[in-house]
Nanobody, 119 residues
Framework: QVQLVESGGGSVQAGGSLRLSCAAS????????MGWYRQAPGKQREVVAT???????NYTDSVKGRFTISRDGAKNTVYLQMNSLKAEDTAVYSC?????????????WGQGTQVTVSS
């Protein structure tokens, strides 16, 4: 089992910055990748950024150049630095961890944190 606790959401004006944190606990040695997803009202959840155990990073096109995902292995924590925020970044952001067991992938989720960007 993996537990994820997020922090760092809030409200900010367009152009501002926020940093989200996701602290993992439990069987963290089994985590293959972690990432951030978001869901805006009336929209489907979408992936924002992911980072694998090996350090491979991926971003969705809309955040490239503005958001940065990073991790602190010693603290089992993943961060999402969000700069130049836009109104369309408003959403509930959730941390995700993927644990591989053979051919199966188990997904774990944090409770979600609200990010509101006012224009």
């Amino acid at each position: 089992q993996v537990q994820l606790v997020e922090s760092g959401g809030g409200s900010v004006q367009a152009g501002g910055s926020l940093r989200l944190s996701c602290a993992a606990s439990g069987n963290t040695f089994s985590i293959a990748s972690m990432g951030w997803y978001r869901q805006a009202p009336g929209k489907q959840r979408e992936v924002v950024a992911t980072i694998s155990r090996g350090g491979v990073i991926n971003y969705t096109d809309s955040v490239k150049g503005r958001f940065t995902i990073s991790r602190d292995g010693a603290k089992n924590t993943v961060y999402l630095q969000m700069n130049s925020l836009k109104a369309e970044d408003t959403a509930v952001y959730s941390c995700n961890a993927v644990v591989l067991r053979g051919t199966n992938a188990n997904n774990y989720w944090g409770q979600g944190t609200q990010v509101t960007v006012s224009s």
